[in-house]
């Protein structure tokens, strides 16, 4: 999700500097880099307030949720009947939906 109006750094048009939320699916080559070092980055764009951490190897979704301290709290859902409430976009994001065309055991577990 991107404010209104988008803003992005050059006449290329590639890179959105007014990001709300991001949502990354996790795979095993990307995890480590998408948990560190581009999440650290992610922090530095003032208007993230939300950042999701999607797995793809099993039922599991991490949101972490900036605090007006500038600190990030981290919510975590494993069951596939549950809603996450994503303030930024004032909605809310069913998991059985993210997972529905998954099968548990497609992909080896994590």
């Known amino acids: 999700m991107v404010g209104d109006p988008v803003e992005v750094v050059d006449e290329h048009r590639d890179t ?12 095993d080559s990307t995890e480590k880099y998408d948990r560190g070092a581009k999440f650290e980055r992610y922090r530095a764009v003032a208007t993230l307030s939300e950042y999701l951490l999607v797995s793809q190897v099993r039922i599991h ?36 939906e993210v997972y529905a065309k998954v099968t548990p055991g497609d992909q080896a577990t994590g």
């Open 61 to 96: 979704i991490e949101v972490y949720t900036r605090q007006p301290d500038g600190g990030w709290f981290l919510r975590e859902w494993n069951d596939p009947g549950a809603e996450i409430d994503l303030t930024s976009l004032r909605c809310r994001l069913k998991i059985a």
């Open 16 to 27: 959105l500097t007014n990001l709300q939320v991001i949502a990354e699916v996790l795979s």
